[in-house]
């Protein structure tokens, strides 16, 4: 079975903090696709990252970064010193064929001023 | 236009109504999806058009009927829906050539069905 966890629903920080979001997967395929959107309250789901899973190295743009760790079927998102506009729902999704796409519920993130 | 557009962006319609939501892409991409996203649920993947033939139908029901006339269009006709069915509906395109995977999506359609 395909699925994709993200186990905190908000989460709630001050600007300039770190933030990191929190993505486990579960899949029996071999070959597979992460990736993170962004959904900002406009509602439209904004393509970050994919990772391929032959390919375990991080991943760094600017202030987001991503950690791929196979071991334990996780692909963690980091955002640095965040800032209001990072303020959106974040989604964590799987694919092993164009006809399979598994997301997770999201995670909320609230930036503070 | 650029992107991925969706028309309407909110619409209410009653239980024995018949509308359409309208998706199209301006991308050159190939492959087009419906998605439903319900509150606190995951995304949830209807349809799949690949060079404009169906080939995923996620056990949706049938008052739910989607229609794909050529790679950059992708309608999704509604009738005798149920309240639970009220949800932002998401299209999103791809390029099934490109081995990325990568989709992208259109603002969403906000049903309300009363």
């Known amino acids: 079975a395909q699925k994709v966890t993200q186990a905190q629903t908000e989460i709630s920080v001050v600007e300039k903090e770190d933030v990191t979001l929190d993505c486990v997967y579960e899949?029996?395929?071999?070959?597979?696709?992460l990736f993170w959107y962004k959904q900002p309250p406009s509602g439209e789901l904004v393509f970050l990252i994919r990772?391929?899973?032959?390919?375990?190295q991080n991943e760094i743009s600017g202030r987001y970064s991503w950690n791929f760790q196979k071991s334990t079927s996780s692909f963690n998102f980091t955002i640095t010193a965040s800032q209001v506009v990072d303020s959106a729902v974040y989604f964590c999704?799987?694919?092993?064929?164009?006809?399979?796409?598994?997301f997770g519920s999201g995670t909320k993130l609230n930036v503070k001023p | 236009e650029t992107g991925v557009t969706q028309t309407p962006r909110h619409l209410v319609m009653g239980m024995t109504n018949k509308k359409s939501l309208k998706c199209e892409q301006h991308?050159?991409?190939?492959?087009m999806y419906w998605y439903k996203q319900s509150a606190k649920k995951p995304l949830e993947l209807m349809f799949v058009?690949?060079?404009?033939?169906?080939?995923e139908n996620n056990s949706v029901p049938s008052r739910f009927s989607p229609e794909c006339p050529n790679s950059s269009h992708l309608f999704l006709h509604l009738h005798t829906l149920q309240p639970e069915d009220s949800a932002l509906y998401l299209c999103?395109?791809?390029?099934?050539?490109?081995?990325?995977?990568?989709?992208?999506f259109g603002p969403g359609t906000r049903l309300t069905v009363t």
């Open positions: 999103a395109s791809s390029h099934r050539l490109k081995r990325d995977y990568e989709q992208y």
């Open positions: 899949t029996r395929d071999t070959t597979y696709y």
């Open positions: 990772r391929n899973s032959f390919d375990e």
């Open positions: 999704a799987l694919s092993s064929n164009f006809n399979k796409f598994y």
């Open positions: 991308l050159g991409h190939n492959a």
């Open positions: 058009y690949n060079f404009k033939e169906q080939t």
